[in-house]
């Protein structure tokens, strides 16, 4: 049976085993689930397609959330880099697009894969379309990545539970740049140390995040931040392929990252009781909206 309490053992099991991370993974989760690697991967598969259609649908909508204060943004990046005015490059400016356009149909009530929540899920699958883009990576390998962004989040939640009413976003939105740029490092063909490094250096520079919506909806910060945070991953990737390494093994970064969010006061754990919630703008807002929807519902 193989190990999955933490990374470390897993990277035992690559090793005794000689095997990617990502198949190490599918086993795993072909004997819990007790179905074939094959049918994993098959459903994997139906998640990657999920993500692209999200990507899809989310580049061509302008329509705002219901509170209006999302919606548009993927179409003013759109606008502007039709006008060949960007200071990325094409890799970054899809992240970005690819980001934005999927949390956005989010906040529309749009379909789209939690990754690992939904307030997070526009950070894995735009690295991860917009990287095997780049690199004109077929359907296996972005199931492969996918897949060892998913061991990434599942051996965290092992140990703490990916929610930012539990420790802040630094367990959404963290994790998930963990977890693409693990993915991005695989695409990359980066060592199984690599991947990890990748992950660990991501999470330990994004400790401490907190969770404060405004009006306790999934848009503000969080839209914004999915795109920051796909950027982000891509940061973790280049060091990581680089040889860069974290000074911190990544399970006792996440053993940090848990210690850090047990200490955080809960009024910043989604409560939306402190931080931007309650700027004078967050609080106008929340006054606004709650009013507005009382209307409508005395209709």
Known sequence: MIKQKNFADILED??????KLYEICQILESQDSEISVQEVRSKVKNILDAMKAAVKS???????????????????????????????????KNVLT????????????GKIAACPTAGSCGIVPSAIIAVAQELNA????????????????????NK?????????????????????????????????EQILESA??????????????????????CVKRNAFLGI????????????????????????AMKQVGEMMSPRLKESSEAGLATTPTGLKITEDLSQKWQEENSK
């Open 160 to 192: 703490l539970a990916l929610a930012g009413a539990v420790a802040g976003c630094q367990s959404e939105c963290g994790v998930a740049a963990a977890m693409a740029a693990a993915a991005v490092t695989e695409l990359y063909d980066g060592t199984n």
């Open 232 to 255: 982000y991953a891509l940061t973790g990737a280049e060091l990581a392929l680089a040889g860069i390494k974290s000074v911190i093994p990544i399970d006792e970064v996440v053993d």
């Open 58 to 92: 989310g580049l061509k909508s302008k329509e705002k959330s219901q509170s209006g204060m999302c919606g548009d943004d993927c179409a003013k990046l759109l606008e502007m880099y039709k006008k060949g005015q960007s200071l990325f490059s094409e890799l970054h």
């Open 14 to 19: 690559t090793k005794t085993k000689n095997k």
């Open 98 to 109: 690819y980001s934005l356009a999927t949390i956005e149909q989010n906040a529309r009530m």
């Open 200 to 221: 660990a250096l991501t999470l330990k520079n994004i400790m401490g995040l907190v969770c404060d919506p405004v009006a306790g909806l999934v848009e503000v910060p």
């Open 138 to 157: 077929d359907e296996e390998k972005e199931i492969n990545a996918l897949i060892t962004a998913g061991l990434i989040g599942k051996i965290v939640s």
